[in-house]
Structures are given as structure tokens and as C-alpha cells.
């Protein structure tokens, strides 16, 4: 394969997910504060403060590895799209999109809808500049249609 001419960025969203931690993590000490004071000798709000974490942890985890492993690839008649963790390696021809959507325009990051012609829909999650990628997409659309 050749080399891509564009590779889907998450950084914008790594950045904001590293401003937000202090805030959710004050946010967990206070609740785990409030537990124990109006719950000062019950041991089950332990296990719920204990689950609680475990559950937050998990969810960032999940975050960041997704950001940092789910690759999609542009190329000029198809994108690559790769998250091993979930063993996808799936190739989408150009001619295959019928739509793209993109969640929240004039952000610095946000969702990408495609909208394939065989019915299927594929998500890609917190896109930096995902109005310019939605715009790449349909310039090689328009390429592609153009050379068939």
C-alpha cells in the first residue's frame, strides 16, 4: 500500500482529556468525602467508593487507549482504518461513503459519520479538525468520480 496522504488526528482530544483529570478527580475526592461523612461506619459505601474508582479509571483507560491506537488512514481511493484491540482492520473504498457527518462543526475536535451505500455506518470518535477531514473525503470523492 502507499503512503497515506492524511492520518486521522486525536490530539486535541488527549490535550483536553489531561485538563479535565484534575477537575473529575476533585470531583470523585469530594463525592468519597460526602460518602464518608454521611455514611461514616457503613462498609458497603467503601466497596461503592472502591467500585466507583475502579469504573472511572476503566473508562479513562478505554479513552486513551482508543485515542492513541485507533489509526484511520487516508489514502487517495480508500481509508484504513486499524484498532487492534478490538482486532479491526478494515479497508473503506471512497466510492463506498454516501455521507459524512461531522457532530458538532467549528470544534476543535468531534465525531465523524460515514454513512456507507451499502447501509452501514462507521463512527470515528473525537477527530481533530473533522470539518478538513470530512472535506478530503469528499475532494477524493470527487476525484475518484471524476477518473471513472
Partial sequence: MTKPIYIISRQGH??????????????????CFLFKVLFPSDISIQIWIFTLGAMLLTMMGIFLNYDLHHKVEVFENQLSVKYPLLFINKVINIHEIEDIIVAQPGAPFSNLLL?????????????????NVAKLIIGKQINYSQAA
Fill in 14 to 31: 488527549i490535550d483536553h482529556f489531561f485538563r479535565v483529570i484534575p477537575i473529575i478527580f476533585v470531583i470523585y475526592c469530594a463525592q
Fill in 115 to 131: 454513512k456507507l451505500n451499502n447501509g452501514k455506518k462507521m463512527t470515528f470518535y473525537f477527530v481533530d479538525e473533522a470539518e
